[in-house]
């Protein structure tokens, strides 16, 4: 039942509430939520969490010791009840363990259960298949190289110790059944902040019948999310090939370690925060040197630190939006003010894109976000070992913190493999009009792709200069037409070589660049450290 918001000052934060479920109240076509494991949608309350990925060693004996665990698996209703009890309690107590388990597609192979589950993705096998389509160009953990994780419990509570009892608790139960490839540790930290310090997890989908949507939160059909529903992008397809029945009530889960370089993102933003002039809101009013460096880092990611949206407050933090119904209440029409193209929310739950993109399309690449961060606090001996170091050493350091990023979806392909490859690496997205127009990587989580252009800068001669300027041409005899308009378009056509002698014509649209506040160097501070894709089954299919 709805509960007063003045009982639930936490679950006010959640960007995920419950809704009121009274008989009479629940329409449509729903989940059973008992049914549904517990971190899917509802996500488990925790301080701390862990991954622990397995190999299957004997099949026979890992299904016994599973009849064991199984008790221990938490369903999706009972992690709703556990949320809302948290809050009844003064102190916000969360003194609460909850589990759950997913499946790779060798686990299942290994198991016998050899069905294909409809998602190209993870039917294919492992996710470092598809690293270089990911855009990762760095060495990924031993666990997510060999092809032999097939599976992963995930534990999460409210104290280390207690995570820790129960990860070894598991190992117990199932024996010699397996064997440990990874153990994961995550932590909430101070401020519900990831490691570049900006709060996380405000915008998530509302599941239509589950939750009570907040104004600007978009709301999705349950398939999208969790599988059998209307939504599911297999089950709205009845020609297709089905999923097997024993799909019902699953979801897929993706696990990505991202290690990410806090130190060199201090540092570039450090380098970069001046391009913003002082006086960029105009009307006479001056922008402080702090709260130029502030809005920075802000334009990078669409929000402020705290969570207020770039869009409803574009140049000066302003608090009042931090409130449950107007941190998300937003789109990106001029009127709602200057978030970036490239900046990360925008990159990642775009909205307002049509005619180009439909709503239909959007709802489908939705995903629900439970990850959390890894890795102790920067010491003070870290940053002065960190003064000593080149620029290179700084840009390809490796960190012992990030974010132990995990998301739920019904498709892999519509979800994260979307968000990934058609939206964050993608320089041309979102669509802001009828033509192409690049606006750069998401520079939270894009990264240069291993297939780099072979075009090069040619010189007068025709000689190719070097690999640092592959994408950018010079010639000192360019010379625009003259138009009154300084942003007047014109067709231009270009002759380029490439490295084996072979000439190009490249034609398009050309326009003069004037500085702006994104005049500056795209670097990239997240590395990904390998992962993979889970099938997380209902409870029933997990019982029999």
Known sequence: MQVPSTKLPYLQRRAIVPVDVRPGRTPGQLPDMANVQGDIYYMFPKRWERFLCFTINNADDFRKALDEYFPRVTNSKKTMKDVQNIHDRPGGNLNITSHAIGFTRNGLNTLGIMEKLRDPHFDQGPLINEKAKLGDMAEYDEAFVSGNNHGVFIICSG???????????????????????????????????EFFGWRDGISQPALEGLVQARPGQRVVKPGVIIMGYPGD??????????????????????????????????????????SIPANERGNGVYLTDEERKTLFGARMVGRFKSGVPLALSPYKEDRQYLHPDKINNFDYSESYGRCPFSAHIRKTAPRNLGPHLTKEFMDASVIVR?????????????RQEWAKMTSEEKKSAKCDRGLLFACYQSSIEN????????????????????????????????????????????????????????????????????????????DVTMKVKNKEGDRFEVAGIAKKLHPTANDYEQEFFVTSRGGDYYFMPGLSTLKS
């Open 415 to 490: 979800g994260f493999y979307r968000q990934t490859t058609q939206f964050a690496n993608n320089s041309f997205f979102p669509p802001i009009g009828f033509l192409p127009k690049k606006t750069g990587q998401d520079p939270i989580l894009g990264g240069p792709k291993y297939d780099k252009t072979p075009l090069k800068t040619i010189d007068d001669e025709g000689n190719v200069i070097d690999d640092d300027n592959a994408r950018t041409f010079y010639s000192e005899e360019f010379s625009p037409p003259e138009y009154e308009s300084p942003n007047a378009e014109f």
């Open 159 to 193: 104290s280390q110790e207690s995570c820790l009892s129960e990860s070894n608790a598991i190992k117990d139960i199932f024996g010699s059944s397996i064997t440990e490839l990874g153990n994961y540790e995550g932590r909430v930290r101070s401020g519900d902040g």
């Open 233 to 274: 992008p297999v089950l709205d397809v009845p020609t297709a090939l089905q999923r097997p029945s024993w799909t019902k009530d699953g979801a897929f889960l993706v696990f990505r370690k991202l290690e990410q370089n806090v130190l060199f993102f201090e540092d570039y933003i450090e380098k970069n925060w001046r």
């Open 370 to 382: 439970a990850g959390i961060p890894y890795g102790p606090e920067i010491s003070i001996e870290e």
